[in-house]
């Protein structure tokens, strides 16, 4: 399959431009009478939502988004599920002046050696706008794992920059733009971000997703373990860096007895593995973590070349984000869904009338 | 596809248990005229092989690698290539005691979830001898992406447990048991291992690989991303928690300024971004690193339950790697190939003529 | 992937019911750089259109179809293309009643055992309809087919019901309804289809398509052979029972030394392989050919049950082609272009360098 | 994914030449806990092993296939199936003349020019040795569709050249040589082909499946229908030029009325459809059709050209068979089995907790 799908049973294809007419989705393989409306997606689609604060971009799109098929009687009927979200805020006078230039740190340079040729618009296929159909996917997947087997998927930003959590308490993450879960350090979270605007500077940031009450017995060894997808999707969206499951990094100055997570009859006594073993699920909590880079998008001019391979100046007027980490968590988690949903459905195929016998441990 | 294939048109299948009568690839979408022989093969499998070091599992096996078909008269003929290793060293016994049992840190716990029923013998599937034919497949894409753009795929460790390297030579790695660049460490390495082993323990490393002289333009956006592929591949090696790209997890705390790599007619100023921007490569070196973590197969005794439920310790006898992480270089070499080789094929296919007239930096 | 996608590298997805508020494609993969608008696209759709003839059903659908994407200041970008066409003429009240029974001949008893609850307007998914997609992706694939190697993609009516033609132009074509390349069979086709028409029967008919100046070399042994993904694609459009390629069914009482295709230096003496030898395209003309049910939708009444399993009589009243053979050269045509287009991409990311060094003979 | 797999979930992958080493399979997505052992595929392979008969090839291999991976004390574990079956009696110096010519009707010309290079020993890749991997991959589909479902698959030849039949018994068919049922006819067909060899020449045939007690409900629409997959994987097979589902190409002149299946509470008045409707099965017998082309190996001379594109006469010994579809059900078996396993855990996936409510009727 081309480049633009994601999941073998649970499919995801998207197209559309930042500065096109609009971007689409097609929602391929969700099994039938599934209880589904507009209003299950626009719920993520307006956590994503640009403008919502003086820390994201001010480029405002309703995200509206409209379901054009898969879908009868407020039922998802088995058949694909067509979504389109219109762009309705495209200032492409900003971009004319670098159709020409390459923005440093961003894909101009390499869409151009790909393609020789490309939409300039917003960054066109590149721009962080294809995310909002990733939300809206997302959200078919989220709504359900969560009716089938509870399946909770939540994120959260676990680190802005210099920033860390400290405290941690789920109910405060809607209670800030950051997705914050530790509401003291909401303050030093804008200050920080007021100061890197005025600066004209971008900064990194770190999320978190966790899927609780996840089946045991996701993955399929020994390419599409559950980790190695995970890491594919969430490496897919812009700006990701780097990808842990567990205690990820950590593990490398770790010794075995304390890492490997032992096992009582009451359940697992620690969970260093982040719910996942031989890639499989464990039934314990989905631990994924990713690493934002700072945006490339500055008034700070940076050094650069033209598409002659002249010597050019590059500074960023229009609307963007210093942190593309500020408004991730919605996409991380939509992501972690559509792994989980394709393989509880990979899952189901081959293992019907498996019992194990086994408790289901936590 | 099942869970056991990886790359789109350079589809590696493979096969094979720790304990079975062999292992088999499947290689499918190598170009033909490549002249290949077995000794191609081997000498990767060699430096993967077990038993090579005191510091690795006493397990003895020749990895002789077999090609089946898909090469006559030394070249390659664009027909699948057919790979077998047989095992030869399986003492089972080792392993019986194991079968009701479930080692914590392992995936006997998820396979029996999953499948309900497992071969126990030495972890079955799940065991790291799988390995061996993901090394035999990716020196055929090495081979191939050296011929034809003199890419170099290369890896080595660059954290052992607590150990860091400070010099890097990369002709220093073939000297020491440990693919370490740094001469200096070495000792302290073997010290730190042997302490290990007496203790019963074990501990983690970090690899990085690093692909030299990769044309640019690899990569399919959005989902295809050369990274979101690269971390897949990474991802689904046995032990791996962690994979960073460029900078990786640095990229949080830095800002804008200092992570976009600007860029000059002479080249790249700096490859923060690990020679991927946008999902497509750069032209510049593509870094990936990888966490391993500790292996959980220990004579420490640990508490887990059986496949009653009833509690029980266990304690590992048999044969084990102290550091799974010494022996991963050349996997992981392998897996960033077989990505690079099919993303290579991918692009021809889509770009046959383009001609973006820019430079190509590094 | 999911079932609503054909194509590897050039992959098309679709999604939409027959009275849904729109049918949208994904097409992914087509190459950056060729010239393309919506006018290229409505050239094939304006074929395929009902309401063009009193032979076909009267539904009124302009089929305009949108390009939501991928194609910038004219030109592709390689980026996916998004393609919407709204449903315009959507009777629904026709259809309300048989809500809860079953058509004879029709998907709905199928469709409801398949996923327990289906969309009955107008068949939904399973409606011709849906070909719309199928056509216009597939006017992308000809285009490019014809820019890049003079392919010709042509499909022609060659049976209606008992009616066969005696003579071929293939100018003659687009002078009537039917496709009919035999301007001496057009009145009697017409007479036919009143006949039916007035008697409220139905028939079935034979399409032949053939693509000419194929480059030799496409097709995937040993599955995706050029000829199993031909009667994949045509074999999946509604009311297909059966596939021919070159002489094919006709084979069965040839003799080997007749049907064998010789070869001389100036070009084959024969092609009753229909171009594809080994699963791998000759270089002469592919020869396919396809049998199409009469429709089921018929006003005079048929035995069938209902949802709760009643014997119930089905008459269809609504809007409906007597033979939907009529409609569908465009719709094979299509089908074809998709095959050979994806194969075409397939066949360079393996072959780039290949000279076999042979003339091209037809 | 390349050419040598097939199926999504229950994926086949091939390798091997007439006359390399041996030919493998991975057979990946078995579920676990089905009872398997070598004697379960030994039985379809000496179906179609060559040289049981004077009437066909006599080349003599014995087709031991051994499982290598995927089974553990007697069932599979869910892991993939590894076979072998090492090649035996290669008599390469029959081969050896045709290097630089091609036989008309082969592949030799094709595969040069795709591959521009060839293992030409017995037709390497392109040679029908190849099914010899596909029956075996089939009877493992054959035996879980039978556990499962009770469903049969069932093959027959109903025509060899102008000599069709006319009696039906299924238990005439292992009584003879030809997997003719009726009894009446195989006197007629040996003596038949005997003149054929005397002659020099060959025929095609026509083989019938037929699957039964399929579940209602296998398929995905829109392109990867149960109909359209048969055919792929059908036509897939060496020398087969048509496909046809139900009555196939008797539709074109058949009347709605008479083809659509009418339904009853006590099932359905006719089965002309196939057993699918709308892509997805029926519950009523699956019937698919093939014609095989006559073999082009043939002692007369036939008239070609050789890699410099020389006129030469091509004249075949060696071991042939007269007609390749006396061996072909036992491959044409094997596929629709492929297919039908395939389609079974794809219905799974999605419809697990479907209840349509509806009679199963045949």
Redesign the interface.
Known sequence: ??????G????V?????SH?????A?V??????LELSEADLQIDLDRRKPGTSRHTTQRREADEV?I???V?EG?T??????L?IENTDQRSKDYSKIAES?R????D???????????Y?GG???SAR?TAMRVAAGAIAKKYLFQEHCVLVRGYLS?L??IKIDAFDWNEIPNNPFFCPDAGKVEEMEKYIDALRKEG??????IEVIASNVP??L???????L??????????I?A??????????????????K???????EGF?SN???G????????QDIIARI??????S?R?P????N?K???IEVVTEGRHDPCVGIRATPIAEAMVAIVLMDHL???????????????ILR
């Open positions: 399959m081309s480049g633009n799908s994601i073998k049973l649970f499919t294809t998207t197209s559309g431009e096109g007419p609009a971007l689409l097609i391929d393989g969700c099994p039938p009478g409209k054009l098929s898969g009868f039922k009927t088995g058949c694909p599920i067509g389109m390459f440093p740190g961003h894909a340079y390499t869409y151009q050696h790909k393609y020789g040729f490309r939409d618009r066109g296929r590149s294809e680190q920059g210099p500077e971008s900064i990194g940031a770190k045991p017995g993955g399929e060894p020994i390419f599409d373990r980790d190695a997808e995970l890491a594919y999707a969430l490496m897919s812009n990701v860096k780097g990808v842990e499951i567990g205690d990820g990094f950590e593990c490398i100055d770790t010794k075995g007895t890492f490997r997570d032992e096992i009582t009859p006594l260093h593995a982040g996942i073993l031989g890639g499989i699920s464990s039934g690493a934002l880079k700072p945006t490339s500055l700070l940076g050094r650069s070349i598409s391979g002249e010597v459905l990979r899952h189901r195929a081959q293992n019907l009338h498996v019992n194990s016998g086994l408790p």
